[in-house]
């Protein structure tokens, strides 16, 4: 019987790919699950023993009632929308400096991606001491060109774009590197022909370089928004979501609500959402990018 | 015959040398990190024989997550004997189930001990139920360089009273900013900021945190005496020039000289901060005072943490010789004298009584500088509800110190929302 189950065309892919489907179950959505089955109980660090009440879709219904949760959605979406403006802008800019300038990038190349290569909550505490009001690095040049010292980190308005500058520069090295390689996959021929029409090198970018790099671009936009949106670490270090909630992201409301304030279950239901949001910006991303592409 | 006799021989041989094997009774103690008690652990072990105490620690952040965690479990094999919980974790721990009762363990012994820490050790506080002993405790206090205030033409006396502490923050920030050295600093990283810069203000004014209404708690914190100490804050910003600061070095930065004047824990102003000094040099260094008041007359209020000594209810459960052990371990670091050698080499306050007496007195004193202070700032200290959702009204509280402080949203306003916040979180 084995015997027949392995010489059959029909079974033996299923049976070769078994392994690696228990694994993915067990790894990836098992624990999904377990997570949304735990987003339905009102489990919290007092009922972890004697079990947690059902409650249904109730964390759902009460997480958008919560102004603190809709207000981290408004606050993660600035955090997402700024970085990625920044990150795809600067990196794309440095994918094709690099590209078309193969002698020094060798050296820039190293230089540029030292801060993807730093843990995130190396960058934090960097960024903290930079961002100092008294003696940080920014301040200090500021007050160089005669200019007013800034309360970066201290400032309502100014908290969160001091943490999107410091995702920014994180972030850029890899797209960067992303965009470079998908400008190495571009023929030379269209650039060849282009030239020979007399187009110009903006018209160049314009309708074969941009056009080329869009599903390079889509799954770039969709890996830095999905991490942006996640990213929790370098806020937990720099702001932990202060002054007032100023920088409070969904992700580190899921943190703080779930691991904080001991509330499991209303955790598990803000993951659950998170999960949801990125899902649909990725078809969203894929139906206006990768389609056209 | 003789055969027999052999045999019985090396049966007790081999029976004596495996309770030789056996060795000590192993008891396993979880603390948080820095909360030596490897300081009396060789003292404990000499008056518990047979028993080898063993203390695993953990980052402070760590702790709740793991003692949560592993005591949900509900197996004694991974639960530790004895346990360390911060007094502000008290209700959540005991509402879960996951602490023993230990009123009869520790009752008597708590009639000693500071009206503060022998409620906070009960659960509901003041209930009669205890559920560990609160062993380790701090006070917060103003401390200052008097040698920075000399330079600046501060005096200490300024430093009292809340207007005058303005103007002192003011006169400092003017004086030593050449030198890089900041007036006051004012922690405003996280919601610990609450208990230095806010609750004992609102204490000393007559307000509460929280206050009990119809058999539930209720916010008590936007009360006049709350907005009044909220409005000193927004003052010694807005008027006094200093800077809110966003990191926290536990006093390491004032001892270094980088403030002159700081709020905090008696710990930034011991050996650990000033590392190979005696108590007398430390108090020839830097001077300590109680909070400021808004007025003469008004008393000032400090804020005590701290830590309980507990034991889990899985090992009083299900392991009756193991909670047997814990219980003469724990009674052996109660002892007036263990204790004292205990605070006395980690510069701990005492929480009783017979502490700030001979013969232990003058041997704290002599390790733990301004230490009748320090003592007497304890005795009347406060500590905060020990409530299962003390981290969301703590934050909510927090939310509402920067409003004020950073947006400028009106200190009334900003505690009404809070207190709003503070009543669903309660269930109100």
Known sequence: MIKGILNSERTLPYVLMAPLLVLLFSVTLFPFLWNFYVSMHDLKTTNLQSGAPFVGLANYFRLFRDPTFLHSLKISSYFVLGSMVGQFGLGLLLAMILHYHPGPARVFRVIFVIPWILSALIIGYSWIWMYNYRFGLINSLLRLVGLRPIHWLNDIRMALWALVIANIWRGTPFTMLFLEAALKTIPSEPYEAAKVDGATSWQSFRYITLPLLRPAIAINLILVTMWTFNLFDTILVMTKGGPANATLTTAMYMYKSAFEYGLLGYGSAITIVMLLINALLAVLYFKTIGRRA | ?428
């Open chain 2, 1 to 428: 015959m003789s055969k027999r006799i052999w045999v019985w021989s090396l049966m007790v041989a081999f029976g004596l040398s495996a309770v030789a094997w056996a060795g000590p009774v192993v008891v396993k103690l979880w603390q948080s990190e820095g909360y030596g008690l490897e300081a009396v652990e060789s003292l404990i072990e000499s008056l518990v024989p047979g028993v080898d105490l063993q203390v695993v620690e953990y980052p402070y952040n760590e702790l709740r997550m793991k003692l949560f965690t592993t005591l949900a479990a509900g197996d004694p094999k991974v639960a530790p004997d004895i346990v360390m919980v911060d007094s502000i974790w008290l209700g959540e721990f005991v509402e879960g189930g996951y602490l023993a009762e230990l009123t009869d363990v520790v009752a008597d012994e708590a009639a000693d001990w500071f009206d503060a820490f022998r409620n906070g050790s009960q659960w509901p506080a003041g209930s009669g139920k205890y559920y560990g002993l609160w062993y380790d405790t701090d006070v917060r206090v103003t401390m200052y360089w008097p040698d920075l205030l000399l330079e600046a033409g501060v005096n200490a006396g300024d430093l009292l009273y809340w207007d005058t502490f303005i103007s002192a923050c003011k006169k400092l920030n003017e004086a030593l900013a050449p030198q890089g050295i900041g007036g006051f600093r004012l922690d405003m990283g996280g919601a610990y900021a609450a208990d230095f810069f806010f609750f004992p203000f609102l204490w000393a004014e007559g307000g509460e945190i929280l206050v009990a209404k119809d058999g539930k708690l209720v916010p008590a914190f936007n009360s006049e005496a709350g907005v009044k100490a909220l409005q000193f804050l927004v003052d010694l910003v807005k008027v006094g020039g200093v800077e809110p600061q966003l990191d926290i070095f536990w006093g390491n930065d004032w001892a270094a000289r980088k403030w002159a004047v700081y709020i905090h824990g008696n710990w930034a102003t011991s050996e650990s901060r000033f590392p190979g000094t005696t108590a007398a040099e430390r108090m020839k260094k830097v001077a300590v005072l109680p909070y400021p008041v808004s007025e003469p007359g008004k008393v000032p209020v400090t804020l005590s943490g701290g830590w309980i000594m507990t034991i889990p209810a899985v090992v009083k459960a299900k392991a009756p010789d193991r909670y047997a052990k814990a219980v003469e371990v724990m009674e052996a670091f109660l002892r007036a004298d263990v204790m004292a050698e205990y605070a006395s080499a980690l510069a701990r306050i005492p929480v009783r009584a017979a502490l700030m007496e001979e013969p232990y007195r003058s041997k704290l004193a002599e390790n733990i500088e301004f230490f009748d202070f320090y003592s007497k700032m304890a005795s009347i200290a406060k500590v905060r509800p020990a409530i299962p959702q003390w981290s969301q009204v703590a934050d909510a509280i927090f939310e509402a110190m920067q409003k004020a402080i950073f947006q400028g949203v009106d200190p009334q306003t900003a505690l009404d929302e809070a207190a709003a916040k503070v009543k669903a979180i309660l269930g109100g």
